[in-house]
C-alpha cells in the first residue's frame, strides 16, 4: 500500500474513533437528561412523556462496534442546497447524525439532503461533489478505501471493488441494511415524497424489500412528528420474514415502525378451522365485499307505528311516516352503518326534545336528553329499522342461513359459489363460531362497514403479489388518507388469487393513480441463477421484464441423486469451508427425514424465529418467499410444483433464494419447465 494512502487511512481510522467517542458522549448526555427527566418535568403526565422520549433517544444512540459509524465521504466543491446556497467542504456519511461537543458534525446522517449526492452524483452531474470516497470494513474496522474523482471523469459505478465486495459479503442471521450500497434508481424511491404512493415491481436480488424499509427509515426521519401520531406500517407475508428483516430499522436508529402480517393486522377473533380452497377463492373475491353491503343495509326498515315516549305527565309522539323519511334521509348520507344508527337515534331524541321544549318553554338538559336516547320505545324502533350489528353477527349469519346468503348474494355469486361459502355444519351461535383464515377479510370488510377506520400515513407492503382483492381492500380502509409502497414481483405470486398485473391491486387499494416501477438489476443473486429462473417466466404466464444480474461468480448445480438424505449431508459437508449462511429448502413431506439426517450427522438447524443460532436452516418451500442465504439446497423441485396449483411459481421463488451457491438435488424427473431451462 502507497505510503500516502496508508497515512489517508490513518487519518481516516481517527476520524472513526472520534467519531465513536463523540457518539458515546452522546449517548453519556441522553442518559443523563433520562435520569433527571422526572424532577424537571412539572406533572406525571409530562414526566411520563418526557421520559419515553429521552428514553427512545438513549436506545437511538446505541453504537454496535461491529458496525461502521460512516461509510462514505464526501469533498463537496460548491454543492447545491435546497435554499439556493452552495455547501463546501468534507463530509463523511453514516448510519446515523454524530456530532462533537459543538455540535459540528462529524458524521451525517445518510438520509440529510447532502448525503443524497453520495448515492446520485455522477460525472455527469456530479451535484457538487469533487471527490466521492468509499470504505472498505472487516467488521467495525476500517481497512480501506477507494476514491472516485467525478471531476476528473472517475466513476466506477457498480464496478467499484469496496460496493461489490459489501454486496456480496457473506450473511449469517437476519437481512441488513444497505445504505452503504444503495443504487441511483434505488434511491430515487427511497426518497420518494410521503404523499406519493408507488408500486415497485422487483426481480429476486434487486433490493426491493430493502428500499421499503429504508424508505420507512426515510420518512420518519424527514416526518418523524408527523408520523409518529400517524403511524407507519411494514406488513409482510409471514412471521419469518418479519423475524427475518427485524434488525434493519433498528440499525437505522428507526425503533418504533410496527411491523406485522395482514392477518395480524385484522385478525379480531382467533383462527381455529380451515377452508377448502374453493371456498377460500370465493372468500378473498372482491364481489364479497358487494354481497356484504347488500346484506347489512338490506336490514333497514320502515317504521309501521308511532314511537311513544312517556316523560312523566306527559306523552311525546312521532309519526311512522316522519320515522321512515329519518331513516331514508341519514341513509343518503352514506355514513359508516353504526353511526348511521346514532344519527337516526339523536335525531329522534331531538324530535322528542323540540315537542318538551313547546310545552315548557325550556329546553332540557343533557341526562334527559340521554335517558330518551335509550328509552324503550326508542330503542325498539332503532332495533326495527336500523338494528345494531357486529361483524361477527353479520358474517355468521351470512355462512350459516342459505336463505340470507342467496338473499345478499342473488345476482353476484353463482349457486356453486354459495354452497362453496356455507358453512356444512353451522356453529349454533355466533360465539361458538370456528373462524378460518379467509373468514378474517370477510369480518374486516363487515367492520369497514359498520364503522371508519382509522388511516394510517404510510403502509408499505412486501410480497404484494399474493395480496387478495379483499386484503387490498382491508389496506385501502386502513391509507384513505395515506400512503402506500408496494414491493413484489408478479412471477412470485403463489396464492389461489397472485396478481397477474398491478393495475387491479392498485385499484382494491385504492391508489388507482400510483407509479410501478420495475427494478430488474440483481445485486445478490449470481447470474446463473437469475438465468435460471428468467427462463422459467414463460411457463408461469405473467408480464415482467427479465432479470440481469451484476454477479458473475456464483455457482448452479443440478444433480439426481439415488438418495436424497444423503446428498443434503454432502452438499452440505462442501459448504462447510465455505463464508455465510445454508438454507436448505423442500416440500413438507421431506422436512422430517433431512432434519433427521441432519440431526444424525451431528448438525442441529436453525428454527426460522432464531436465524441466528446455526448457519444452517431447514424450511418448508412454502415459507421461503422473502429470505435468502448463500448457499441454498433444493429438494426434489417436483414435489415443491405437485404440493399446490401454483407450484410452479412456488419454485421459482426456492430458486431464487440463492446469493452464492444453488444446488438442486432430484430423484424425480424435473419439472418440464425446468427440464427445458436446463436444457436451453
Same mark, same amino acid.
Given at each position: 500500500?502507497?505510503?500516502?494512502?496508508?497515512a489517508a487511512?490513518?487519518v481516516e481510522?481517527a476520524?472513526?474513533?472520534?467519531?465513536r467517542a463523540?457518539?458515546h458522549?452522546?449517548r453519556e448526555?441522553?442518559?443523563?437528561m433520562?435520569a433527571?427527566g422526572?424532577?424537571?418535568?412539572?406533572?406525571?403526565?409530562?414526566a411520563?412523556t418526557l421520559g419515553v422520549a429521552?428514553?427512545?433517544?438513549?436506545a437511538?444512540?446505541?453504537d454496535?462496534?461491529r458496525?461502521?459509524?460512516?461509510f462514505?465521504r464526501l469533498?463537496?466543491d460548491g454543492?447545491?442546497?435546497?435554499?439556493?446556497?452552495?455547501?463546501?467542504?468534507?463530509?463523511h456519511?453514516g448510519?446515523?447524525?454524530?456530532?462533537?461537543q459543538?455540535?459540528e458534525p462529524l458524521?451525517?446522517?445518510?438520509?440529510?439532503?447532502?448525503?443524497?449526492?453520495?448515492?446520485?452524483?455522477?460525472?455527469?452531474?456530479?451535484q457538487g461533489?469533487?471527490?466521492?470516497?468509499?470504505?472498505?470494513?472487516a467488521g467495525?474496522?476500517?481497512?480501506s478505501?477507494?476514491d472516485?474523482?467525478l471531476?476528473?471523469g472517475?466513476?466506477?459505478?457498480?464496478?467499484?471493488?469496496?460496493?461489490?465486495?459489501?454486496?456480496?459479503?457473506p450473511?449469517?442471521?437476519p437481512?441488513?441494511?444497505?445504505?452503504?450500497?444503495?443504487q441511483?434508481?434505488?434511491d430515487e424511491?427511497?426518497r420518494a415524497?410521503?404523499?406519493?404512493?408507488?408500486?415497485?415491481?422487483g426481480?429476486?436480488g434487486t433490493g426491493?424489500t430493502?428500499?421499503?424499509?429504508?424508505r420507512?427509515?426515510?420518512?420518519?426521519?424527514?416526518?418523524r412528528?408527523?408520523?409518529r401520531?400517524t403511524g407507519v406500517?411494514?406488513l409482510g407475508?409471514?412471521?419469518?420474514?418479519?423475524?427475518?428483516?427485524?434488525a434493519?430499522?433498528p440499525?437505522?436508529?428507526e425503533?418504533?415502525?410496527?411491523q406485522?402480517?395482514?392477518?395480524?393486522?385484522?385478525?379480531?377473533?382467533?383462527v381455529?378451522?380451515?377452508d377448502?380452497?374453493?371456498?377460500?377463492?370465493?372468500?378473498h373475491d372482491?364481489?364479497m365485499a358487494?354481497?356484504l353491503h347488500?346484506a347489512?343495509w338490506?336490514?333497514?326498515?320502515?317504521?309501521?307505528s308511532?314511537?311513544?315516549?312517556s316523560?312523566g305527565a306527559?306523552?311525546?309522539?312521532?309519526?311512522?311516516?316522519?320515522l321512515?323519511?329519518?331513516v331514508?334521509d341519514?341513509?343518503?348520507?352514506?355514513p359508516?352503518?353504526l353511526?348511521g344508527r346514532e344519527?337516526?337515534?339523536?335525531r329522534?331524541v331531538?324530535?322528542?326534545q323540540?315537542?318538551?321544549?313547546t310545552?315548557?318553554g325550556?329546553?332540557p338538559g343533557?341526562p334527559?336528553?340521554r335517558r330518551?336516547g335509550?328509552?324503550?320505545?326508542?330503542?325498539e324502533f332503532?332495533?326495527a329499522?336500523?338494528?345494531?350489528m357486529t361483524?361477527?353477527?353479520?358474517v355468521f349469519?351470512l355462512?350459516?342461513?342459505?336463505a340470507a346468503l342467496?338473499r345478499?348474494a342473488?345476482?353476484i355469486l353463482?349457486?356453486a359459489?354459495?354452497r362453496?361459502?356455507l358453512?356444512?355444519?353451522p356453529? =349454533?351461535?355466533?360465539? /361458538?363460531?370456528r373462524?378460518?383464515?379467509a #373468514?378474517l377479510?370477510?369480518?374486516?370488510?363487515? %367492520?369497514g *362497514?359498520l364503522e371508519r377506520e382509522t388511516?394510517l400515513?404510510?403502509?408499505i407492503?412486501d410480497e404484494?403479489?399474493d395480496l387478495s382483492?379483499?386484503?387490498?381492500?382491508a389496506v385501502?380502509?386502513?391509507?384513505?388518507h395515506?400512503?402506500i409502497t408496494?414491493l413484489g414481483d408478479l412471477a412470485?405470486g403463489t396464492?389461489p388469487?397472485?396478481a397477474?398485473?398491478?393495475v387491479?391491486s392498485?385499484?382494491?387499494?385504492g391508489?388507482?393513480?400510483a407509479?410501478?416501477?420495475p427494478l430488474?438489476t440483481?445485486f445478490?443473486?449470481?447470474?446463473a441463477v437469475?438465468a435460471l429462473?428468467n427462463?422459467?417466466?414463460?411457463a408461469?404466464a405473467v408480464?415482467v421484464?427479465?432479470?440481469?444480474s451484476? =454477479?458473475?461468480?456464483? /455457482?448452479?448445480?443440478?444433480?439426481?441423486? #439415488?438418495d436424497?438424505a444423503?446428498?443434503v449431508? %454432502?452438499? *452440505?459437508?462442501?459448504?462447510?469451508?465455505l463464508?455465510g449462511s445454508v438454507?436448505?429448502i423442500a416440500a413438507?413431506?421431506?422436512?422430517?427425514?433431512?432434519?433427521?439426517a441432519?440431526?444424525a450427522?451431528?448438525?442441529?438447524p436453525?428454527?426460522?424465529?432464531?436465524?441466528?443460532?446455526s448457519?444452517?436452516t431447514?424450511?418448508?418451500?412454502?415459507?421461503a418467499?422473502?429470505?435468502e442465504?448463500?448457499?441454498?439446497?433444493?429438494v426434489e423441485?417436483?414435489?415443491i410444483?405437485?404440493a399446490?396449483?401454483?407450484g410452479l411459481?412456488?419454485?421459482y421463488?426456492?430458486?431464487?433464494?440463492a446469493?452464492?451457491?444453488l444446488t438442486?438435488?432430484h430423484?424425480?424427473t424435473?419439472?418440464e419447465a425446468?427440464t427445458?431451462?436446463?436444457q436451453?
Amino acid at each position: 500500500m502507497p505510503a500516502d494512502h496508508t497515512a489517508a487511512l490513518d487519518v481516516e481510522r481517527a476520524h472513526m474513533a472520534a467519531s465513536r467517542a463523540a457518539l458515546h458522549a452522546m449517548r453519556e448526555h441522553a442518559e443523563a437528561m433520562y435520569a433527571i427527566g422526572a424532577k424537571i418535568a412539572g406533572d406525571p403526565f409530562s414526566a411520563e412523556t418526557l421520559g419515553v422520549a429521552l428514553a427512545r433517544r438513549v436506545a437511538e444512540l446505541a453504537d454496535d462496534p461491529r458496525t461502521p459509524l460512516f461509510f462514505g465521504r464526501l469533498d463537496l466543491d460548491g454543492a447545491p442546497e435546497p435554499g439556493g446556497e452552495s455547501l463546501t467542504g468534507r463530509y463523511h456519511i453514516g448510519r446515523r447524525h454524530v456530532t462533537d461537543q459543538l455540535g459540528e458534525p462529524l458524521v451525517l446522517d445518510w438520509r440529510a439532503p447532502v448525503s443524497r449526492a453520495f448515492y446520485q452524483a455522477s460525472v455527469r452531474d456530479p451535484q457538487g461533489v469533487r471527490t466521492r470516497r468509499r470504505f472498505g470494513f472487516a467488521g467495525g474496522d476500517l481497512t480501506s478505501f477507494e476514491d472516485e474523482r467525478l471531476g476528473q471523469g472517475e466513476e466506477f459505478g457498480t464496478a467499484s471493488r469496496i460496493l461489490i465486495e459489501e454486496i456480496e459479503r457473506p450473511r449469517v442471521g437476519p437481512m441488513r441494511d444497505i445504505v452503504a450500497t444503495i443504487q441511483p434508481e434505488q434511491d430515487e424511491l427511497v426518497r420518494a415524497d410521503l404523499d406519493t404512493s408507488i408500486c415497485v415491481q422487483g426481480a429476486p436480488g434487486t433490493g426491493k424489500t430493502a428500499v421499503g424499509l429504508h424508505r420507512a427509515a426515510y420518512l420518519l426521519y424527514l416526518h418523524r412528528e408527523r408520523l409518529r401520531r400517524t403511524g407507519v406500517l411494514i406488513l409482510g407475508p409471514n412471521q419469518a420474514f418479519l423475524s427475518y428483516i427485524s434488525a434493519v430499522l433498528p440499525a437505522l436508529g428507526e425503533l418504533e415502525v410496527r411491523q406485522s402480517t395482514l392477518e395480524g393486522l385484522i385478525g379480531r377473533v382467533p383462527v381455529s378451522s380451515a377452508d377448502p380452497v374453493e371456498t377460500e377463492i370465493v372468500k378473498h373475491d372482491s364481489r364479497m365485499a358487494t354481497v356484504l353491503h347488500r346484506a347489512l343495509w338490506s336490514r333497514l326498515g320502515r317504521a309501521e307505528s308511532p314511537i311513544q315516549v312517556s316523560d312523566g305527565a306527559y306523552r311525546w309522539r312521532i309519526d311512522p311516516g316522519v320515522l321512515t323519511r329519518l331513516v331514508d334521509d341519514t341513509r343518503r348520507e352514506k355514513p359508516a352503518y353504526l353511526l348511521g344508527r346514532e344519527r337516526v337515534r339523536a335525531r329522534v331524541v331531538g324530535l322528542l326534545q323540540r315537542q318538551a321544549e313547546t310545552r315548557s318553554g325550556e329546553s332540557p338538559g343533557e341526562p334527559w336528553q340521554r335517558r330518551m336516547g335509550k328509552a324503550k320505545p326508542v330503542v325498539e324502533f332503532l332495533d326495527a329499522c336500523w338494528p345494531a350489528m357486529t361483524p361477527q353477527s353479520l358474517v355468521f349469519e351470512l355462512l350459516s342461513d342459505p336463505a340470507a346468503l342467496t338473499r345478499a348474494a342473488e345476482g353476484i355469486l353463482t349457486e356453486a359459489e354459495c354452497r362453496a361459502l356455507l358453512w356444512p355444519k353451522p356453529s =349454533r351461535t355466533v360465539r /361458538s363460531a370456528r373462524w378460518s383464515s379467509a #373468514d378474517l377479510v370477510l369480518l374486516d370488510e363487515a %367492520a369497514g *362497514l359498520l364503522e371508519r377506520e382509522t388511516s394510517l400515513h404510510h403502509v408499505i407492503i412486501d410480497e404484494a403479489q399474493d395480496l387478495s382483492p379483499m386484503q387490498c381492500r382491508a389496506v385501502a380502509r386502513r391509507t384513505t388518507h395515506g400512503s402506500i409502497t408496494l414491493l413484489g414481483d408478479l412471477a412470485q405470486g403463489t396464492a389461489p388469487w397472485a396478481a397477474t398485473d398491478w393495475v387491479d391491486s392498485l385499484r382494491h387499494l385504492g391508489k388507482p393513480d400510483a407509479s410501478v416501477v420495475p427494478l430488474t438489476t440483481g445485486f445478490r443473486v449470481p447470474e446463473a441463477v437469475v438465468a435460471l429462473a428468467n427462463q422459467l417466466l414463460p411457463a408461469l404466464a405473467v408480464n415482467v421484464p427479465p432479470a440481469v444480474s451484476l =454477479r458473475s461468480e456464483g /455457482s448452479l448445480v443440478i444433480r439426481q441423486a #439415488d438418495d436424497l438424505a444423503a446428498e443434503v449431508i %454432502a452438499e *452440505l459437508d462442501a459448504t462447510r469451508s465455505l463464508p455465510g449462511s445454508v438454507g436448505v429448502i423442500a416440500a413438507h413431506r421431506h422436512l422430517d427425514a433431512v432434519r433427521a439426517a441432519l440431526a444424525a450427522a451431528g448438525e442441529e438447524p436453525a428454527e426460522l424465529d432464531t436465524p441466528t443460532s446455526s448457519r444452517v436452516t431447514v424450511l418448508p418451500a412454502t415459507l421461503a418467499k422473502g429470505l435468502e442465504y448463500d448457499h441454498v439446497i433444493v429438494v426434489e423441485p417436483a414435489d415443491i410444483v405437485d404440493a399446490e396449483p401454483r407450484g410452479l411459481h412456488r419454485l421459482y421463488v426456492v430458486l431464487t433464494r440463492a446469493v452464492t451457491r444453488l444446488t438442486v438435488l432430484h430423484t424425480r424427473t424435473l419439472p418440464e419447465a425446468l427440464t427445458l431451462a436446463t436444457q436451453g
